[in-house]
């Protein structure tokens, strides 16, 4: 049998799993290229654009995850790296370590196929199975596709910050929305969870 006849049994357009595992070091330099590209547009998509991270910076902040049990994860599909998430302390202060603020990217040329939601959904999961309580994100006001994301996966509107940047010559008001994980503030936390 031909090469050629080889080719035609496989479908062009088979559609390729997207995977959600935790980041590696190996896929710093995707990530980068991925957020980098959203503060390029920033204009029309609202994400800050302050403090560029450069790889060295990311690759301490990785570290500084897994010292802290902070979930950090990648989306791949057909082994790119398409997308990414992760979680901060939402502050540093002791009472606070429930709490976590997370970030979300989709490379611009996979928006809209559900990776972004895949990786939310997995991001909750790893947070609630990490004992964390509270998941904070800040969002733009102009940023309706964030806005729609967080709403859909049960994120409730808690703040608005009114002219709180100022970005590309104008005032921008930022949303703050809040999600409980697992009991929430239902019921104490458990007896030295979290290992803090
Ligand atoms: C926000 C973002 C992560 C969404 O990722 P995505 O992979 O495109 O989203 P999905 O395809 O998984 O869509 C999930 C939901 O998001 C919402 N959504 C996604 N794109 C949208 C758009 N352009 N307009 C309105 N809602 C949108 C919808 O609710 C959608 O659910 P539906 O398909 O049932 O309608 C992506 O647009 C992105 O990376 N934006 C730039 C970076 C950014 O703004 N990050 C968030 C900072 S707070």
Redesign the pocket.
Known sequence: MSFEADKQTVPETAPQPVIIRPSRDSDIGAMLAIYRR?IRRGIE???EDSGTPEPDDLRDRRKNFRNHRLPHLVATRGGEVV?YAYVVLFRKRPAYRFAVKH????HHE???????????QELIDACAAAGFRQMI????AD??????????FGFARVGLLPGIAYRYGHWADTVMVQRSLGAGSTEPPPLLSLGR
């Open positions: 959203h998509e609202g994400v997308g970030s979300i990217y989709v996979h928006l809209g196929r559900g990776i972004g939601g895949s990786l939310l994100g800040y969002i733009d940023n309706a596709a964030s806005l729609a994301i967080h709403e859909k």
